[in-house]
T-cell receptor
Framework: KAGVTQTPRYLIKTRGQQVTLSCSPISGHRSVSWYQQTPGQGLQFLFEYFSETQRNKGNFPGRFSGRQFSNSRSEMNVSTLELGDSALYLC?????????????FGEGSWLTVV | GQQVMQIPQYQHVQEGEDFTTYCNSSTTLSNIQWYKQRPGGHPVFLIQLVKSGEVKKQKRLTFQFGEAKKNSSLHITATQTTDVGTYFCAGPAGGGADGLTFGKGTHLIIQP
């Protein structure tokens, strides 16, 4: 069974640009969540999607957005990139939403903003 | 908002020594999860604790959930080089919302 797949794995963007990251969850998983990981702030929750609906959003500015498609694949977008957006962006999937569901992380997308 | 604090931030041990990391929440948790992230890798789920005072073991790893469900610990007996990595605890984001609040993690460094 394939794990959570994230693309691209590495990318470099310039300040002011926008970026779209993609996540394919484990087959059968309907919940997808996104996290940002930086050395200073650690792992921070961005948002979670279930059945194409955003169920919850972390404390990030509106430049961070996401969506989920009918096949459970998800994308996140960051507009007007800032240097501080450089981070590892992790996608995680689980069978369903709600507490107690084990989440499985992908390998992440390393974003560098210059 | 809810905060999850984890100590120590770094722990150096000699191979074969024991290791413990502690996690404290500002609020009562319905459950707590532990993850391990190898250098250059992604977090991997280790275990979830739900009940007050719960203790679970996985080979050399022992996980505890406090009676008040506000703290937790992970203890590794006789560390091995394969234990190197960062260990994170995580609790529900709170407010009935999904998503996890992670501690900053404990970096375990093992000297052979």
């Amino acid at each position: 069974k394939a794990g959570v797949t994230q693309t691209p794995r590495y990318l470099i963007k310039t300040r002011g640009q926008q970026v779209t990251l993609s996540c394919s969850p484990i087959s059968g998983h309907r919940s997808v969540s996104w996290y940002q990981q930086t050395p200073g702030q650690g792992l921070q929750f961005l948002f979670e999607y279930f059945s194409e609906t955003q169920r919850n959003k972390g404390n990030f500015p509106g430049r961070f957005s996401g969506r989920q498609f009918s096949n459970s694949r998800s994308e996140m977008n960051v507009s007007t990139l800032e240097l501080g957006d450089s981070a590892l962006y992790l996608c995680a999937s689980s069978l369903s939403h709600g507490l107690g569901n084990t989440i499985y992380f992908g390998e992440g997308s390393w974003l560098t903003v210059v | 908002g809810q905060q999850v604090m984890q100590i120590p931030q770094y722990q150096h041990v000699q191979e074969g020594e024991d290791f413990t990391t502690y996690c404290n929440s500002s609020t009562t948790l319905s459950n707590i999860q532990w993850y391990k992230q190898r250098p250059g890798g992604h977090p991997v789920f280790l275990i979830q604790l739900v009940k007050s005072g719960e203790v679970k073991k996985q080979k050399r790893l022992t996980f505890q959930f406090g009676e008040a469900k506000k703290n937790s610990s992970l203890h590794i007996t006789a560390t091995q080089t394969t234990d190197v990595g960062t260990y994170f605890c995580a609790g529900p984001a709170g407010g009935g919302a999904d998503g996890l609040t992670f501690g900053k993690g404990t970096h375990l460094i093992i000297q052979p």
